[in-house]
């Protein structure tokens, strides 16, 4: 088992930044890639950003996410991080951090089918 938890939600004015945190625990070993999901209130989940451990790439972005957010991890904490910069109103969603421990081809890193584990979310919202 994984344990995933985030860190740094909450509330900021459009045009503003924010750095969400997922700290992972348990059967970290297992893991081969970390993605970013957001789900805003009536609507589905979404993917926001992955790494990958292994393959050509090893970032991805969804559109609304390129040249704005910026996903990193940092091994040695076995942490995942969400740089957000030029936050807009849409942005505003509960923010999930997941990790994916089954192979797969990364064709499909955006599905939220490939990830086995999820953390609890972290709500950010941005005010016009």
């Known amino acids: 088992q994984v344990q995933l938890v985030e860190s740094g939600g909450g509330l900021v004015q459009a045009g503003g930044s924010l750095r969400l945190s997922c700290a992972a625990s348990?059967?970290?070993?297992?893991?081969?890639?970390m993605g970013w999901f957001r789900q805003a209130a009536g609507k589905e989940r979404e993917f926001v950003a992955a790494?990958?451990?292994?393959?050509?790439?090893?970032?991805y972005y969804a559109d609304s996410a390129k040249g704005r957010f910026s996903v990193s991890r940092d091994n040695a904490k076995n942490t995942l991080y969400l740089q957000m910069n030029s936050l807009k109103p849409e942005d505003t969603a509960v923010y999930y951090c997941?990790?994916?421990?089954?192979?797969?081809?990364?064709?499909?890193?955006?599905?939220?089918?490939?990830?086995?584990?999820w953390g609890q979310g972290a709500q950010v919202t941005v005010s016009s």
């Open positions: 348990g059967r970290t070993f297992s893991v081969v890639a």
């Open positions: 997941a990790a994916a421990s089954s192979p797969f081809r990364e064709v499909v890193i955006t599905s939220p089918s490939v990830y086995d584990y």
């Open positions: 790494v990958s451990w292994s393959g050509l790439r090893t970032s």
